[in-house]
């Protein structure tokens, strides 16, 4: 089964290109479709710290797209993990996820801190953060995951 997705809107600033580090300070707008939204879409998610993100990595070529294992970011002193152990773009359904700051809502324009896509990128969805949403209990990762993202933010 095949489903169609329309982008409820774009990400408008920030960076123009996906370079793999120091994601935290970059601040963008996420422009709602208002053909489609009114200010009211986001009404009352100013009260909320953090949204949740869902993009399309629309530039990522057909042929590029991973589904089996591969070295994350290409360094083969990192072990070989399959695409669904890792947060890379050439994923097969190219869906991006984020959890980013609000900065500011404007009408139609959502502005936010820490979004890793780049400006022109389509925008599935935004979902506010709730603490009940988080995970529950202690969380793991391996050592190669926690040297990939020392600077990401």
């Not at 982008?7 to 994601?23: H, L, N, Q, S």
């Not at 780049?118 to 988080?134: A, H, N, S, W």
């Not at 529950?136 to 933010?153: F, I, S």
Request: glycine share 10%; charged share 30%; net charge negative.
């Amino acid at each position: 089964m095949d489903y169609t997705v329309t982008p409820i809107g774009y990400v408008r600033g920030g960076r123009t290109e996906a370079v793999d580090d120091d994601w935290g300070e970059e601040r963008a707008v996420i422009e709602l479709d208002t053909s489609r939204f009114g200010p009211e879409a986001l009404a009352g998610l100013a009260d909320f710290s953090h949204a949740e993100v869902i993009f399309l990595f629309d530039r990522v070529a057909p042929e590029k797209i991973e589904t089996g294992a591969r070295h994350p970011r290409n360094r083969k002193d990192w072990p070989l993990v399959g695409i669904f152990a890792q947060r890379g773009k050439n994923r097969p359904n190219r869906i991006g996820l984020t959890t980013c700051g609000i900065v500011s809502i404007d009408g139609t324009r959502l502005e936010v801190a820490g979004l890793d896509a780049i400006d022109g990128t389509p925008v599935l969805d935004i979902k506010p953060l709730m603490r009940e949403f988080q995970p529950r209990g202690k969380q793991r990762q391996p050592a190669w995951a926690n040297e990939l993202m020392e600077g990401y933010w």
